[in-house]
């Protein structure tokens, strides 16, 4: 994957999720995702440089995962399914 200099915003109904490899909380949220038909891209942050000093930015200098940015641009750490369904639906309106 390519670096990213800034956060990579998703289309309406998808959501970028950063997660690790060994992130129980990330294979949970994505093992709900994947069952509730929410579309996401997923962004290693210890393989794709630059990623882990954007989560840290939006989380108060804490490198926590998972992170998910919403296409308006938001984030929100380990948030539930309920919450990333709510915001998915007010952003495709």
């Keep these: 994957m390519p670096a990213l200099d800034a956060p990579h915003l998703p289309s309406a109904g998808q959501i970028v999720m950063y997660s690790t490899t060994w992130c129980g909380y990330c294979k ?9 038909g929410i579309n996401y891209e997923e962004v290693n ?10 989560v840290e930015s ?5 490198r926590v995962v998972p992170t998910v940015v919403f ?7 380990n948030p539930s399914l ?12």
């Design 71 to 77: 296409s308006d641009g938001t984030s929100a750490t």
């Design 45 to 54: 942050v210890e393989e794709v440089p630059g990623t882990a000093e954007y």
């Design 28 to 36: 949970r949220l994505k093992t709900q995702l994947d069952s509730a």
């Design 58 to 62: 939006v989380n108060g200098g804490n």
């Design 82 to 93: 309920n919450e990333v369904k709510e915001r998915v639906a007010a952003a495709q309106g």
